[in-house]
């Protein structure tokens, strides 16, 4: 949990080193429209899926565990392409989430630095 210049950003991950699951990303939407009714839709979430490199950085006095890697910058994108209340995912997420959450489409938008069209579904209730 951050304090930036986009406000409060939280970032959750699932799957991580020994604790992942085979249906990982329905799980990360369920948990998006969680946080999202908690949060009285007054928040924005993205969602990606991809390997990323998880783990502590810095130095032996100031250091933390963090997670980095395209699909954390890809999620952080749509993020910013959100209106409040929504949530968005990339293909991925949409393929292997469509059973467990309802998903319309929405119009696919440029995520700077990828060359691929993003966010093609928003979560609904």
Known sequence: ?????????????????????????????????????????RCRIGMSKGPAFCGFVGSASRFEYTVMGSCVNLAARLMGKCALGEVLVDEFCYRHARASATFCQRPSVHAKGYVKLYNRHMCRR
Request: one cysteine or more; charged letters at 20%.
């Open 1 to 41: 949990m951050a304090l930036d210049d986009k406000g409060l950003v939280i970032i959750l991950n699932l799957g991580l080193p020994l604790c992942s699951h085979a249906d990982d990303a329905g799980r990360g939407v369920q948990l998006a429209l969680q946080v999202r009714s908690l949060l009285r839709q």
